[in-house]
Antibody
């Protein structure tokens, strides 16, 4: 069973930094692309970032380019989202989601429960 | 960026009803269209990928159709656990945009 557990969320001031982690288990992590998807309070889903299994492909939404960076450690089964220069509009629940197969279909077939990031002074 | 729209934005239905939700892309996305549902306070869950492929473990009352710009998700014989918000998502090109959602309520 796919298990994804996010951590690292919290309250941060505008301009601050945070690093989210996602611990994966129940599948061969190094074989799957991974995503971050966020949901602002009362709003819909917004795809944030994608990283391929071998890190050769990294994609980010325009709204986060240059500020949020996805990475992964296949030896530790961990996915990360480094968040810098945070803005109020980054306030959201951040979900870690496994990419489906074939990888170029870019759907998300397993999701964590999410971690909440609140950007506020 | 490819814009996704959904209609209706919300609908009221009863257990046993047949419900159809429409998703439209601002340009052709071939079959790179996927459907999720999300219950309040929970993570999303994949229902249909590649427009019409049923995800493993998802009941067969869910079905998807379409290609190009117009897609539908149909739920036949609506069950109590199906009351949720439904999202479509395109993956033809980055950024992988979601539709605004359709809330299915009693």
């Amino acid at each position: 069973e796919v298990q994804l557990v996010e951590s690292g969320g919290g309250l941060v001031q505008p301009g601050g930094s945070l690093r989210l982690s996602c611990a994966a288990s129940g599948f061969t992590f190094s074989s799957y692309g991974m995503n971050w998807v966020r949901q602002a309070p009362g709003k819909g889903l917004e795809w944030v970032s994608y990283i391929s299994n071998g890190r050769s492909t990294i994609l980010h939404a325009d709204s986060v380019k240059g500020r949020l960076t996805i990475s992964r450690d296949n030896a530790k089964n961990l996915l990360y989202l480094q968040m810098n220069s945070l803005r109020d509009e980054d306030t959201a629940v951040y979900y870690c989601a496994r990419g489906g197969v074939p990888s170029d279909y870019h759907y998300m077939d397993g999701w964590g429960k999410g971690t909440t990031v609140t950007v506020s002074s | 960026d490819i814009q996704m729209t959904q209609s209706p934005s919300s609908l009221s239905a009863s257990v046993g009803d047949r419900v159809t939700i429409t998703c439209r892309a601002s340009q052709s996305i071939s079959f790179y269209l996927h459907w999720y549902h999300q219950k309040l306070g929970k993570a999303p869950n994949l229902l249909i990928y590649a427009a019409s492929s049923l995800q493993s473990g998802v009941p067969s009352r869910f079905s998807g159709r379409g290609s190009g710009t117009d897609f539908t998700l149909t739920i036949s014989n609506l069950q109590p656990e199906d009351f949720a918000t439904y999202y479509c998502q395109q993956s033809y090109t980055s950024p992988f945009t979601f539709g605004p959602g359709t809330k299915v309520e009693i």
